[in-house]
DNA sequence: GAGAATAATAACATACTTGTTATCGCAGAT
DNA sequence: ATCTGCGATAACAAGTATGTTATTATTCTC
């Protein structure tokens, strides 16, 4: 399992940093996969929520939030949008091009 | 089509403004394919490339890529990271909690 | 007008994520 | 030991994005 005092530290990933130098897409995928797990995960234990229930609060079954905390699959967006509804995470994507200079933004 | 100016212009989707209020999901995933689109498109503008230049420079073929610029399909993380290889395009994806300062408000 | 290049679309196969049900192992309580 | 809740996993169906080829309309050039 994971530890828990990380999961209350797992802030944001950054596609670039991920995908910065010889990493393989395939670990671009898990590590979002991963990150994903860690938020879910984290707000499940905070909240003192088993799988069945929080399943009930997103309006899925126990199952697919094993699935999504065991953080073997790339979520999609509207699963991402799924859990930002039903959890109140933000999820940010920003697109900037990265030869008109860095955005302000960041 | 899309005026160019436009497309200069065009930053990032903040997911939580989207979905911040009655906006539904299918609107959500058209947003960010319509996103994506104006960047590829306008990328590829600026450069002067063709569709099948582009494609190859992206490994892939030009309906691939009529059909990324279509912006009528939400893309996959995998195909962001193809893109912002690809084009040296940056994307950013953010995981939050809600309340940045504060603990668990929901 | 003929020809070439470009962009859009159709059509199909493939891969992957998700939805769902059933099941299994495990720990705690009675 | 039994029962109950929890979490993980298997297995299958369904939806969707992608890979790919072929085709069509359009525009530009000659």
Do not use: C, N
């Not at 094993?66 to 995470?89: C, K, M, Q, V, W």
């Amino acid at each position: 399992m994971t530890k828990l005092s990380e999961l209350r530290t797992a802030g944001d990933i950054r596609a670039e940093d991920l995908a910065d130098d010889g990493i393989r897409a395939e670990q671009i995928r898990t590590a979002l996969a991963h990150a994903v797990a860690l938020r879910v995960l984290a707000y499940r234990v905070e909240h003192g929520l088993s799988q069945t229930a929080l399943a009930r609060q997103l309006g899925m079954q126990q199952p697919a939030v094993a699935r999504l905390e065991a953080g073997d699959h790339e979520p999609t967006f509207s699963t991402l949008e799924r859990l930002a509804r039903g959890l109140g995470i933000e999820f940010h994507i920003d697109i900037t091009p990265a030869t008109s200079g860095l955005r302000d933004t960041a």
